[in-house]
């Protein structure tokens, strides 16, 4: 069943045409992150936002190696068995940040099911790493479930990560079809629940692909679910098709479809709801907005 605003095709239509990435700004981060061995999820993602978001010198670091222990039907991120963590990482990475002069930093990684913890000490160090480095530079992580262990949930939120984000992916009916055998909507669910549950006055972040197959009805629910569960931030953006191994987009989701999404986020409550053709789960427009609101946090604070 198609939902309104929904145009299907082969061919992608003109609203997602991408420049290619190039300039200075772009060169000179790629050159820094090669040099320090730093994986980002801009490229083995192929994020279609990596000519602006790279061209105004930011982006998003993959922690621990660029081999995942999952194969969802979307990613395109290769997946198999990891080569064992790199314990110099979060110190190179808080290394990398401090040359770049960022103020806001997105972690992100694989998963890496394999590892006692998930990796959530790991990535724990990093954030901890960058904060000692300098305490004003803001945090966000993007994290795998961690199969829900709660003491691994725990040792995240104790690194002080200014936003905690994690990514439920689509809608409950297209979980099985979309993520691998070993995720699941409610325990993503939980895991955003913990967030909260653990440190309620920091931000939560959530993100949401569409062009699968969703209906515009089992969009509002899951927007419902993320809200229950005490979720601020949403995006929401296009699902392409990776290759021919992946799961094929069944909707090219038109401009206007993505501002009744926005507008049907914020009636439900959401601090923010960045949705957008190219929008991702990582995105610089949104990233500026919750830079601004921590910071003003931060001020009312004091």
């Not at 061209?55 to 222990?69: H, K, P, S």
């Not at 998930?118 to 000692?132: L, N, P």
């Not at 501002?259 to 053709?277: I, N, W």
Request: glycine share 8%; charged share 25%.
């Amino acid at each position: 069943m198609l939902t309104p605003g929904m145009v299907v095709s082969e061919r992608k239509p003109d609203w997602l045409k991408i420049r290619p990435p190039g300039g200075d700004n772009y060169l000179a981060l790629k050159g820094l992150l090669r040099s320090l061995k730093l994986h980002t999820v801009c490229e083995e993602a192929r994020c279609p936002n990596v000519a602006e978001c790279w061209g105004g010198g930011t982006a998003t670091v993959m922690l621990m190696g660029d081999v995942c222990t999952r194969g969802c039907r979307f990613c395109h991120v290769k997946s198999g068995n990891p080569a064992a963590l790199d314990a110099s990482e979060p110190q190179n990475v808080a290394s990398a940040i401090a040359q770049l002069g960022l103020t806001y930093v997105v972690l992100t990684s694989v998963n890496r099911d394999e590892l006692p913890d998930g990796g959530a000490d790991h990535f724990a160090r990093t954030v901890e790493s960058i904060k000692k480095l300098d305490p004003n530079i803001l945090v966000e992580v993007l994290v795998p479930d961690f199969q829900g262990d709660r003491a691994a949930i725990e040792r995240l939120v104790s690194s002080g990560a200014d936003v905690l984000a994690h990514n439920i992916e689509t809608v409950k009916r297209l979980t099985p079809k979309v993520r691998d055998g070993k995720a699941s909507y409610l325990q993503s669910l939980d895991v955003l629940r913990q967030f909260k549950e653990l440190a309620p006055v920091r931000r939560t972040k959530s993100s949401i692909m569409v062009g699968l197959g969703e209906t515009t009805e089992e969009m509002t629910q899951a927007m419902q679910d993320l809200r229950e569960v005490g979720v601020d931030i949403l995006t929401v953006g296009q699902y392409l098709r990776p290759s021919a191994w992946h799961v094929p987009v069944e909707q090219f989701v038109t401009p206007e479809a993505f501002k009744a999404y926005e507008a049907s986020g914020l009636e439900r409550g959401f601090l923010l709801v960045a949705s957008g053709p190219l929008v991702r789960s990582s995105y610089r427009a949104g990233e500026k907005f919750i830079e601004s609101v921590l910071k003003e946090g931060r001020r009312a604070s004091h």
